[in-house]
């Protein structure tokens, strides 16, 4: 199997890159090949502290990590986090800024995200094979095949965002209703389909001009295709302003099943 895929990740209008809560893996785009790939997106809670850290740690894990049910993934995320913190607060010893007494309770309240992980296999002939998703929150996936929208998960409709989507936490006590939140679905892939994970806000505008009888994927497959990350943030500041696109967070990972060539930029 064969997939080329590009991503794409900004911050707020008017927030610096490192205050982007939103994470994706890869971030390396270009051609990726094996019998099993794994991407992912996530949207780290604005409230709550080290958020943008949780995500980038949730689709770690996910891509990369071994693991065969819920649990184990959280068992493995879980620990990475302890990892993680015990490292953060030892940088923070040694560089003479001690966690303050009023980062303390929001510490201790924990970090909290979104997840949307895809995992694609190969049937053996690079032409076909299936794929499974889950999904915590409100980023969705979407699949085009021959110019169509032929999939939308977990959301199909724009009145199907909730204001107070379920998030993950990194303190398991935390993620009693994780089962009952947790949405799963899987189907088959062919040769050329198209792939698109967001988080919420650009998923919003996509099903929003979905449903008003555009095609808003060749939107995407223009912006990205031609000018790359710059096209698209200039893209993103226009509808921002334009106040088509709420200002949040934006990540969009487009993969396409197959190699690139000038005739399937993005298709």
């Not at 490192?18 to 949207?43: F, H, S």
């Not at 986090?81 to 490292?87: D, F, I, Q, S, V």
């Not at 965002?161 to 303190?171: D, E, M, V």
Request: with cysteine.
């Amino acid at each position: 199997m064969i997939v080329t895929s590009a991503s794409f990740c900004l911050p707020k209008q008017g927030n610096p890159a490192e205050e982007n809560e939103d994470a994706c893996y890869p971030t390396r785009d270009g051609e990726r090949q094996g019998p099993l790939l794994k991407l992912a997106v996530a949207d780290g809670a604005t409230v709550t502290l080290l958020s943008r850290q949780w995500a980038r740690l949730l689709v770690k894990t996910f891509a990369t990590r071994g693991w065969d049910t819920p649990d184990q993934f959280l068992a493995a995320s879980y620990r990475s986090w302890e990892r993680w913190t015990a490292y953060y607060f030892r940088k923070r010893e040694q560089g003479d800024r001690p966690i303050a007494w009023f980062e303390e309770p929001g510490l201790s309240e924990g970090a909290f995200s979104t997840l949307l992980g895809v995992t694609l296999r190969d049937d053996g002939t690079d032409l076909a094979g299936s794929y499974t998703v889950v999904a915590v929150g409100d980023s969705c996936l979407f699949q085009i095949r021959d110019g169509e929208l032929i999939m939308s998960f977990p959301h199909e409709s724009s009145g199907g965002f909730p204001s107070r989507p379920y998030l993950i936490s990194s303190r398991p006590e935390k993620n009693s209703g994780l089962r009952e939140n947790l949405a799963c679905c899987s189907g088959e892939w062919r040769f050329n389909d198209r792939f698109l994970l967001m988080t919420d806000a650009l998923a919003n505008w996509f099903i929003g001009r979905y449903e008003a009888g555009e095609r808003p994927w060749e939107v995407l497959r223009l912006l990205t295709g031609q000018d790359g990350p710059l096209g698209f943030r200039r893209w993103i500041t226009e509808q921002r302003e334009a106040r088509t696109i709420r200002n949040d967070d934006v990540t969009l990972i487009s993969v396409l099943m197959g190699e690139e060539d000038e005739n399937h930029v993005l298709a």
